[in-house]
């Protein structure tokens, strides 16, 4: 190699932290925003016939679909052509398309892409008490299944309980399930409202455990009490990017990343293989850290998933049967 030169990986890594994607409309992306990742790789790992990505946004584009002025982040735009080519890139069929908070209640971008991708998208939406049941109708007939309850406080301002338990009550009779998204330390405090719930509920990325705890600890033990005494909590077993403290980033090849969320994902996956999902997040709002490559995010699951049964539940099965039972034969 001439001096000076760089590594192919190194370059192609420098060059996507250096080139920024844009923020359209009359938006200026939040300072220091990681933009989601040009050029992933081809996985590995073969995703099984049919996979689902069942975690994954749309960012505007904000000049024709405008971000919220609640919003607690401006991102760069993530059209749903982007998202549809990533899914293709990476071997999956079919997308959950949940509504990102920099988007509010406005679902229109997100039921935009639904409409788009010819049934192979499903969403989850954020809906406010005051939506009408024709509003309800017209999502579940562009695709929506679902709402999700977001108790981030860096993502949202507060919803009163009683409001989110009335929408839950009105969601449950479309067949809807509830998506919720929360930190470890809140669980003991949002315990009676989660588990009276009258839906499905699907927790966001295992309720985002501290994985420098013990994957033993109480932390994580009250999460699994969750999922065994609840029969109707699912979990989505993503997001390792943003869970993991100590392990390698899934960057420049790297076929071990995220090594210290693995006995976490694991321990839901085998204990719970009719109740997890799986996505990629993209286009990965938030992060501080590094922008993961996403076709070496894919060659993260068999560390979680490690026998072809487990995969095709997590991949395949599971989300069929939450998001497109018709289709589900038998
Ligand atoms: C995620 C995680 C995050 C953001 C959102 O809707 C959102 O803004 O979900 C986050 O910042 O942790 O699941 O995409």
């Not at 030169?5 to 992306?29: E, L």
């Not at 309800?136 to 949202?156: D, E, I, T, Y």
């Not at 809807?176 to 009258?198: K, N």
Request: proline share 9%; net charge negative; hydrophobic share 40%.
């Amino acid at each position: 190699m001439s001096p000076g030169a760089v590594p192919a990986a190194q370059s192609r890594a420098n060059c996507d932290t250096s080139m920024t994607k844009p923020t359209t409309g009359d938006f200026t992306k939040t300072p220091g925003w990681l933009d989601w990742f040009t050029g992933p790789s081809t996985p590995t790992f073969k995703l099984p016939p049919g996979s689902v990505d069942a975690h994954c946004h749309v960012f505007g584009p904000g000049a024709e679909f405008p971000y919220a002025p609640e919003r607690k982040y401006t991102p760069c735009d993530a059209s749903k052509q982007q998202l549809f080519a990533l899914r293709d890139h990476l071997g999956f069929a079919r997308n959950v398309i949940v509504q990102a908070t920099c988007h509010g209640a406005d679902n229109r971008a997100m039921v935009d892409a639904c409409l788009a991708s010819g049934g192979m998208a499903r969403g989850v939406a954020t809906v406010k008490r005051l939506v009408t049941d024709d509003e309800l109708q017209a999502l579940h007939a562009a695709g929506v299944r679902g709402v999700r309850f977001n108790f981030v406080k860096r993502l949202v301002d507060f919803t009163p309980k009683d409001e989110l338990m009335e929408i839950a009550g009105r969601i449950a009779r479309l067949g809807w399930h509830v998506v919720i998204y929360f930190e470890a330390v809140d669980l003991p405090e949002l315990w009676d409202f989660f588990t009276a719930l009258p839906t499905t509920v699907v927790v966001d990325h295992m309720g985002r455990p501290d994985v420098s705890l013990p994957v033993d600890g109480p932390q994580f033990a009250l999460f699994e009490r969750f999922m065994r005494e609840h029969t109707n909590v699912w979990s989505k077993v993503s997001c390792p990017e943003r869970l993991s403290v100590t392990g390698p980033k899934a960057l420049d090849g790297q076929q071990h990343a995220y090594t210290d969320v693995i006995p976490f994902a694991r321990r839901i996956v085998e204990q719970f293989p009719d109740r997890v999902l799986w996505g990629t997040d993209w286009p990965h709002p938030n992060l501080k850290d590094h922008m993961p490559d996403d076709g070496l995010l894919v060659d993260f699951i068999p560390h979680i998933a490690p026998t072809a049964e487990l995969q095709q539940k997590l991949l395949v099965d599971n989300p069929m049967r939450l998001y497109w039972p018709e289709d589900v034969k038998g």
